[in-house]
C-alpha cells in the first residue's frame, strides 16, 4: 500500500487502485502513539476518486521535522574521509563509524522538503556539491517505524569538507532536502535486500550510475531509531534519512539542469532537476 500526497489531497493506491482519504491523514499517522497505525489505517474511507494530475507534494506534514543519520555505509566513511583529509577531520568520521552513538542530524522541515518533481538546489557559495540517495523512514510520536519513502540529502561537500563545525552550513538549505514519491505503508513492506540506485544526467548524457543495497547498511534501523528518539521527542513524529552508500567521485558536482533520479526497489523513483 503507498500513500502519496498530492496536490489536491491524498490517494491511497492498493492493488492498482485509487481510493480517496480524508484530509489529515498524513498528520494522524506521524502523531499516533505506539500500536495505533493499524486502527487508523483500517478507518480510511474507500470512495473511488479519478486519477490526478496535480504537483506531487512531499508526503510528509510541514510541522514534522526530518533528520538524517551519516557515515552508516563504508562508501560514505571514505567519501567523508576524503573530502576532509586537507582539514585534519577525516579521523571524525573514521571514529564515527565504529562508534556506538550513530551521528545524527537535523535536516529540513517538513514545509521546506521538495517533492518529486520539484527542483533542488545547490549553494551559490559552495563548489562541490552532490545529491546523497537515502532510504527514508517514516517514525511516529511513539517511536516507531510505520512507512518508508525516498530521501535525497543534497549535500556541499566543498563546505562540509573545510571544517566538520560546518555541517549545518552544508545540509540545510533551502532546496536541500527532496522526499517522495511516495510513503510505502508497513514496517515489513520494504525488502532487506532492497537496491538502491542513483542516476544523474546532464542534457541527455548520463554523468553518474550506481547503486548499493540495504545490506550494505551497517546499523539496523531500529538501532538508528532509538538514538534519536533518546532524551528527545517528536510529537509529530518524525522522518529519517539512513544514510547514502552510493556517493559521486571527487571529480563529479551538480550543476543548473542536471536531473538526478533516484531509485529504491518497492518504493519508487524521486526525480528532481537542480534549479
Known sequence: MKLHCLERGLLLENNGESHGVENGLLERLFQSGRGEVDGILESVGTGVVSGSDGTVLPPVPADTEIWAAGVTYLRSKSARMEESEEAGGDVFYDLVYDAERPELFFKSMGYRAVGHGGEIRVREDSSWDV??????????????????????????????????????????????????????????????????????????????????????????????????????????GAMLMTGTGVVPGTDFTLTSGDVVAIEIEGIGTLENVVA
Do not use: H, W
Not at 517511536?143 to 519513502?149: C, N, P, R, S, Y
Open 131 to 236: 545529491p546523497e540517495p537515502e532510504l527514508t523512514l517514516a517514525i511516529n510520536a511513539g517511536g516507531e517505524i510505520f512507512g518508508f519513502t525516498i530521501g535525497n540529502d543534497v549535500s556541499s561537500r566543498s563546505i562540509e569538507g573545510e571544517n566538520p563545525l560546518y555541517l549545518p552550513q552544508a545540509k540545510v538549505y533551502n532546496g536541500s532536502c527532496a522526499i517522495g514519491p511516495c510513503l510505502l505503508l508497513g514496517r515489513e513492506a520494504l525488502k532487506n535486500e532492497a537496491s538502491i540506485k542513483l542516476k544523474i544526467t546532464r542534457d541527455g548524457e548520463v554523468m553518474f550510475d550506481d547503486a548499493t543495497d540495504l545490506t550494505q547498511l551497517k546499523r539496523s534501523l531500529e538501532e538508528l531509531v532509538e538514538a534519536l528518539y533518546r532524551e528527545l521527542d517528536f510529537p509529530n
